[in-house]
């Protein structure tokens, strides 16, 4: 109930990444799927799992769909591009659960239009969560540099997924 206002932003929040997305590679489609990921209504029960990404992107080509990587989302309103990202340990938990599937972590800042990825490949790479105080309830996070080796632009990751559409034509 605490965070049910925040359910439109994140909302907001997904289409504003997908967008981004979308003005670049125009040919791709996108499925939003998680957990609430398509409403802002309260949902009073918690999925099976938690951390199911929100959106899969999909690539057709000859009337079949290629699932190029399923993509959970996640931002703030605002920090300085040289802040450390902060992140739910549960938006990692699917990712470690399913190391198989190709999964990130996509970042935006609404105050900037700040997009970044992060990258699931290799969880045991990750700091340690740190629990924190934020406006008076306990919150625990991963709390990534902005230049970590899981962190790529928004350009990076662009470029991975015309690289996983090569591999498809």
Do not use: C
């Not at 990076?156 to 690289?163: A, C, E, N, S, T």
């Amino acid at each position: 109930k605490r965070y049910r206002y925040k359910w439109k932003e994140e909302k907001e929040r997904i289409k504003k990444v997908i967008k981004n997305i979308h003005t670049k590679l125009p040919e791709l489609k996108f499925e939003i799927f998680g957990f609430g990921a398509d409403t802002d209504e309260m949902i009073k029960k918690h999925p099976l799992e938690k951390g199911i990404p929100d959106v899969l992107i999909i690539y057709e080509k000859n009337n079949f769909n290629y699932v190029l990587t399923f993509l959970e989302v996640t931002g703030t309103k605002q920090i300085r591009e040289t802040d450390d990202i902060w992140i739910r340990p549960d938006k990692f938990e699917f990712a470690k659960n399913h190391p198989y599937l190709d999964i990130f972590i996509a970042h935006y800042v609404d105050d900037k239009n700040l997009l970044r990825f992060i990258s699931t490949k290799d969880t045991n790479n990750l700091p340690e969560p740190k629990e924190i105080i934020i406006r008076g309830n306990k919150e625990i996070y991963v709390m990534l540099s902005f230049d970590h080796e899981s962190v790529i632009s928004s350009d990076q990751f662009i470029d991975y997924l015309k690289g996983k559409i090569d591999n498809i034509r």
